[in-house]
């Protein structure tokens, strides 16, 4: 894995890192796996849209990068997924109504993130924002 920054970095099943997205050069796609047991690299299916400045986080067997900025340090409102296993992915353009970097996300549950805060636009953002997974189409905005 080449050197980076601005990525983000969750834990999947307490065996393994996953590391997504960052700078090197330019702003990345790429998802890797640190296999902690192994003491060992991977590489995993890339996200759709490079990303850095980003969060992620896991459940089940779905990593989730949310938000961030891209190649021109836009911020984004997309939330996309990866599975860990089958390789599946897909995006969800516009998930929230603010774009935002650095936002605080956590698992509430087996289908639900929890998405806080960040930077928008405007600066510091305040609000909390509930993700349920389990929704389809624009019921899965924020």
């Given at each position: 894995?080449?050197?980076?920054?601005?990525?983000?970095?969750?834990c999947y099943n307490k065996e393994r890192?996953?590391?997504?997205?960052g700078h090197c050069l330019s702003t990345l796609c790429e998802v890797f796996t640190f296999i902690i047991a192994r003491n060992d690299w991977g590489k995993l299916t890339s996200m759709i849209k490079?990303?850095?400045?980003?969060?992620?986080?896991?459940?089940?067997?779905?990593?989730?990068?949310?938000?961030?900025?891209?190649?021109n340090m836009k911020r984004l409102t997309s939330v996309e997924w990866s599975d860990v296993i089958s390789g599946e992915r897909d995006i969800i353009e516009a998930a929230f109504d603010v774009p935002r970097?650095?936002?605080?996300?956590?698992?509430?549950?087996?289908?639900k993130l929890i998405i806080m805060g960040g930077?928008?636009?405007?600066g510091k953002l305040s609000d909390v924002?509930?993700?349920?997974?389990?929704?389809?189409?624009?019921?899965?905005?924020?």
């Open positions: 894995m080449a050197r980076r920054w601005h990525f983000a970095l969750t890192l996953i590391v997504s997205g490079p990303r850095q400045n980003h969060s992620s986080c896991v459940l089940k067997t779905k990593v989730f990068y949310i938000g961030g900025t891209d190649h970097e650095l936002p605080v996300v956590g698992a509430v549950s087996d289908s930077i928008g636009d405007s924002l509930l993700f349920d997974t389990t929704l389809e189409g624009e019921e899965r905005k924020c």
